[in-house]
């Protein structure tokens, strides 16, 4: 997952468009836009962090107590704090420090067998990653790469520097929120039927009630994995602060800004939501292949992921505190150039928004994101591609909302950009 | 003054983007498309008449030679229609886990060609196929066996794909990209829409190769993949990317018409570089010196495609849109 960032894909046509908006009586100027969008970022990780100490301390108290009520109370915990993670989403392709940072918190999938037990179904080592049933938990001392590697203790600082994407595979994900999903469910045993992971809370338990074995180191994992997330948000957050790396980057070159908010709304879209976490895993019709698969959670991850691009194109971001933030807006922006154009990229963002909240809504209801993506179920098939579909059209729409911007921009340019239109690119 | 002088650029530019849009469709895309869907039914025909691996194995490397005209397209009919086509990369190694559970079950889908349509991209395609008739755990098997009936439906699936693919694309998805700009084109408002389509699918095609069929199985320095490159099992690999390579240069052709000498002395370059990559299946990247000579290639790729960028999207003033392989 952590992957170098993506080709700032519409660099060229940006740079004619910001020198056109340089010269237009704009209501909105590109510094104002980057200032909503960098403080609709800043929002949503001290968001993220506020609800990952929630979460913190529900599995301090899980940990503390095991029951199966503390478990359940740290479950609804995690779904809470996927709220605003998912909406930070938005940022990752285009702003290259949120994306090289993105695989420490939310990196998917993961041959999860490389923390903890699994069943046997699972199977051993593959020829991808000799790892993929390593089960740290059971195992104090294990050799990595040849290496004698001592797991006593398990800390932050082995799961982030020894485990995490170790013998350089990215399946071997020992950290971030899908680290503590599988900690929190377990597998989930279920198929494409109903039910989600069901790990019993017995699995923490610290005397004779423990099952599955070595539940102190299980919660010793759980506990630093927990600390793990807090930082790397609190660190996250803190870069967008006024002054800090990531608002500085993206507030220092205005053209260049305004391409990461449309790179990060069109990579989202297209290849990475549409692409990879949606009609992938329905065609390939594997139950575990889906964004949240031990908590059954994905229809939340993807409306989630689906609502941060509308924010960033709106300049609205509801908190979860129920306040809002709201400034001006590449909306704005385009809507002066081309109200037509506006009219449509509002209209897709909101068809996307249905379509995803159709599978939300079905999913409520009682059926599961991974009872969709079952061989021959076409109602499931027709809901996730009604959200691909959507994505796709928005993904369209955004192009051209940069083509269009772009274009007005050589026009602006003046005589210059006619007699030699490829001048502009260069 | 600033709406004619959006005008006038508009205007400079429709012209030759429907010329083009229509010359890389009849030239290039639309022959591929029929030529991959003839290599596809030859290949059912053989697998019908001997299922067994070396009276499939040639048909098949054909098939797989015609498809790589248009496997790096992705729009259209191809934006959903491709992956069941060619499932790759397979990064958690789906292929071998669902053909290994269809053959366990024997599952009777095998016996119902319309029925497997609605399997699993990783059981379906030509690279399930390979897995089949090359991989040994997978290829001792006999006529009458379920395995063979499993090869069978798989190649009539191709081939009712290969045929599908051909006709939307012909009959439905070409008069989207030639109508470009016109009344009751909802997809492409403009023939600069269609002409960035066509031009993105060159470029991302090439990143692809690049990046994927090259950089999967060089890995890094200290831990090379040989086991990831695609199609190693039938020694293909290195044959896949050339193909890429001259089906980017056909379509490049077809879009500027006019010379592109950075473009082909870039791909004679790919071509030489490849020369020097010993083993077909790119198994050297386990080496030092055989990973180099990947490196070089792909060095080489990239540079073909920085030499499209200044030959066509420079001139034409388009900027490439969004890639489907952008993401994880």
Known sequence: ?426 | MRRLAVILLALGLAGPARADVDAALDRHILPAFAGFAGAAERLADAAVADCRPRAVAPAYQAAFDAWMAVADLHIGPSETGGLSIAFWPDARGFTGRVLSQLIADEDPVAFDPLGYAEMSIAARGVLALEMMVFDPAYSHYDKGSYACALVRAIALDLSRQAVALEVAWRDGFAATLRSAGGAGNATYLTGDEALRALYTQLLSGLEFTADQRLGRPMGSFEQPRPARAEAWRSGRSLRNVLLSVDAAQALAHTLSGGALPQTDAAAARVHAMAGRVGDPGLQGVSEPQGRLHVELLQQAVRAMRAAIEAEIGVPLGIAPGFNSQDGD
Not at chain 1, 44 to 58: C, F, H, K, V
Not at chain 1, 181 to 187: A, C, H, I, V
Not at chain 1, 335 to 344: F, S, T, Y
């Open chain 1, 1 to 426: 997952m952590n992957i170098p960032l993506k080709r700032l894909t519409f660099g060229i046509s940006l740079t004619a468009l910001a020198s056109g908006l340089g010269l237009s009586a704009q209501a909105q100027s590109a510094a104002e836009v980057l200032t909503t969008y960098a403080d609709i970022a800043e929002a949503g990780y001290q968001d993220s962090l506020t609800a990952a100490r929630r979460l913190d301390g529900a599995i301090d108290a899980l940990i503390a107590a095991p029951s199966a009520a503390t478990l359940q109370a740290a479950r609804a915990a995690w779904i809470a704090a996927r709220v605003p993670y998912q909406q930070t989403e938005v940022f990752r392709f285009g702003n290259a420090i949120v994306d090289d940072w993105e695989g420490r918190v939310n990196a998917w999938p993961l041959d999860e067998g490389l923390i903890d037990y699994v069943d046997g179904a699972y199977g051993g080592p593959t020829d991808e990653n000799r790892l993929a049933a390593l089960n740290v938990i059971a195992h104090p001392a294990f050799t990595l790469s040849g290496k004698p590697v001592d797991a006593a203790k398990i800390t932050p600082k082995l799961l982030q520097d020894t485990l995490h994407e170790a013998d350089g595979i990215e399946a071997n994900v020992a950290t971030g929120y899908h680290a503590i999903e599988f900690l929190l469910w377990g597998q989930d045993l279920n198929g494409h039927a109903p039910g989600a992971g069901d790990r019993p809370w017995t699995d923490y338990a610290q005397d004779d009630a423990c099952t599955h074995g070595n539940c102190d180191r299980r919660a010793e994992y759980l506990a630093a994995a927990s600390d793990l997330l807090i930082s790397d948000l609190e660190w996250m957050a803190a870069q967008w602060a006024e002054g800090a790396e990531a608002r500085t980057a993206l507030m220092a070159d205005e053209q260049a800004g305004l391409s990461a908010i449309l790179t990060g709304m069109g990579s989202l879209s297209y290849g990475e939501q549409a692409g990879e976490r949606m009609r992938l895993g329905l065609m390939l019709n594997d139950p575990e292949e889906e964004h949240d698969c031990f908590s059954d959670n994905t229809h939340n991850s993807h409306y989630y992921d689906g609502l941060g691009v509308q924010n960033v194109y709106l300049g609205d971001y509801v908190r979860i505190d129920g306040s809002l933030i709201s400034g001006p807006s590449l909306s704005d922006l385009v809507a002066a150039e081309n109200p037509d154009l506006d009219g449509e990229m509002q209209s897709r963002l909101s068809g996307t928004m249905m379509a995803l909240g159709r599978i939300k809504t079905a999913a409520e209801a009682g059926s599961a994101y991974d009872g969709m993506l079952e061989r021959g179920n076409a109602a499931g098939e027709a809901l996730v591609m009604g959200g691909v579909n959507a994505l796709i059209a928005q993904t369209r729409s955004i192009e051209r909302v940069v083509a269009a911007l772009g274009a007005e921009g050589i026009a602006i340019e003046g005589s210059d950009s006619l007699d030699n239109p490829s001048a502009v690119f260069q």
